[in-house]
C-alpha cells in the first residue's frame, strides 16, 4: 500500500478547494482509504488529504488492448494535446490524459455526451476541449472507414483480372 499526501489551501477565487490535483492523482490508482483534515494557519484554512492507494493498470499497458489503427488515433490525440497544452503554457496532463485518451477510443466518444463515461474527465475539460477531441476522433473515423473502403476495393480484382473457373470432370 502506498500513501500521498496533498495539503491544499482555500482558494477564494474559486471558493473551494483546488481539488483538481487529487482527482488528477487518483486516475491511475485504486484509492483504498482517505483520511481528511481540515485546519488553519496563520487565518487561513487548508484541507490536507491523505490518500492510501495502489497502481492498477497503466495506460502504456492498456495500449495493448487497441488495435494498430486505434493506436494510430492514440498518437494523433497525444500531438494535438501536446500542441494545445503548449499553446496554454500547461502540463500536458492538463488536458487529458493518455488512460482517458485509451478510454475515449475505446468508447469511440463522438459526442460530447460520451465524456461522461471517461473517468476524471469532467464538465470543465469536456467544455474546454470536447469539441476538438470529437472531431479528431470523428474525423479519424471517417478518413478510416473511406480508406478501409478504397482499400478493400484495391483488392478486388478488376472484371479483366478476373480467372475463369476451370470446369470439373
Known amino acids: 500500500m502506498l500513501l500521498k499526501i496533498f495539503t491544499l489551501a482555500f482558494d477564494e477565487e474559486i471558493e473551494g478547494f483546488p481539488d483538481e490535483i487529487i482527482s488528477e492523482f487518483c486516475l491511475n490508482k485504486k484509492v483504498l482509504r482517505l483520511e481528511t483534515e481540515f485546519f488553519n494557519k496563520d487565518g487561513r484554512p487548508y484541507w490536507s488529504v491523505a490518500i492510501h492507494y495502489e497502481l492498477v493498470l497503466a495506460a502504456t499497458d492498456k495500449l495493448r488492448e487497441l488495435d494498430d489503427g486505434q493506436k494510430l488515433l492514440f498518437q494523433k490525440l497525444k ?3 501536446k500542441e494545445s497544452s ?3 503554457g500547461i502540463p500536458a496532463y492538463l488536458v487529458a490524459t493518455d488512460a482517458q485518451f485509451v478510454q475515449m477510443i475505446r ?8 465524456f461522461k463515461n471517461v473517468r476524471g474527465f469532467g464538465k470543465q475539460r469536456t467544455q474546454k476541449y470536447g469539441k476538438r477531441i470529437v472531431e479528431l476522433i470523428k474525423g479519424f473515423y471517417e478518413d478510416n472507414k473511406n480508406k478501409t473502403t478504397q ?6 480484382p478488376l472484371p479483366s483480372q478476373e480467372e475463369e473457373p476451370l470446369p470439373f470432370e
Open 86 to 88: 503548449a499553446k496554454e
Open 151 to 156: 482499400d478493400k476495393s484495391a483488392d478486388q
Open 107 to 114: 468508447l469511440k466518444c463522438r459526442a460530447l455526451e460520451s
Open 79 to 81: 500531438e494535438w494535446r
